[in-house]
T-cell receptor
Framework: DTAVSQTPKYLVTQMGNDKSIKCEQN?????MYWYKQDSKKFLKIMFS???????INETVPNRFSPKSPDKAHLNLHINSLELGDSAVYFC????????????????FGPGTRLTVL | KQEVTQIPAALSVPEGENLVLNCSFT??????LQWFRQDPGKGLTSLLL?????REQTSGRLNASLDKSSGRSTLYIAASQPGDSATYLC????????????FGKGTHLIIQP
């Protein structure tokens, strides 16, 4: 069984379009995250979402918005796509966040490669 | 603000060697340190998690250590195999902000058969 899944795996779109990436976890975790891996393979946190509390990395443009229909899902919606948005986007989840403990081990999805033309 | 650095950026060794990957971090208030492997075009696989109160964790041929006072973690791989070839990422959680992990840029490891 897949623990953290993302769809689609690949997404190719034109500049200016709006797109969404879906993420689902079946681990019963309370916290979900979105990370961006740029062309140099560097991973950076974008958002974390826990008990309806959204914490945003201040460097993320407001064109990016996470949406959580329920605890098992955290989708990423991107408006007005730009060339610089091309990257691999990873969803992750953990039981909790912000404190030490095995419950905060993060598990990652397979990634969505977004290409903006 | 937490910063994580990994050395070396790339490493190529013959099969069977024992090797050490290094990770350093700037914020000693780290609460978890996690090691991952990433295969080309794939997601991240969690290898080991070390809590702030622990000094090391072991899983099979892998051993990870954590020294908060010096801001360092090491990943020791014993008896390396070609299947160990991947990029190894070190990531620290230190709270605040988006409570996500701060990643290093990784060590690209090649094990020669």
């Amino acid at each position: 069984d897949t623990a953290v899944s993302q769809t689609p795996k690949y997404l190719v779109t034109q500049m200016g379009n709006d797109k969404s990436i879906k993420c689902e976890q079946n681990l019963g975790h309370d916290t979900m995250y979105w990370y961006k891996q740029d062309s140099k393979k560097f991973l950076k946190i974008m958002f974390s979402y826990n008990n309806k509390e959204l914490i945003i990395n201040e460097t993320v443009p407001n064109r990016f918005s996470p949406k959580s229909p329920d605890k098992a899902h955290l989708n990423l919606h991107i408006n007005s796509l730009e060339l610089g948005d091309s990257a691999v986007y990873f969803c992750a989840s953990s039981h909790g966040s912000g404190t030490s403990g095995p419950y905060n081990e993060q598990f990652f999805g397979p990634g969505t490669r977004l290409t903006v033309l | 603000k937490q910063e994580v650095t990994q050395i070396p950026a790339a490493l190529s060794v013959p099969e069977g060697e024992n090797l050490v990957l290094n990770c350093s971090f700037t914020d000693s208030a780290i609460y978890n340190l996690q090691w991952f492997r990433q295969d080309p075009g794939k997601g991240l696989t969690s290898l080991l998690l070390i809590q702030s109160s622990q000094r090391e964790q072991t899983s099979g041929r892998l051993n990870a250590s954590l020294d908060k006072s010096s801001g360092r973690s090491t990943l020791y791989i014993a008896a390396s195999q070609p299947g160990d070839s991947a990029t190894y990422l070190c990531a620290g959680g230190s709270g605040g902000g988006a409570d996500g992990l701060t990643f290093g840029k990784g060590t690209h490891l090649i094990i020669q058969p």
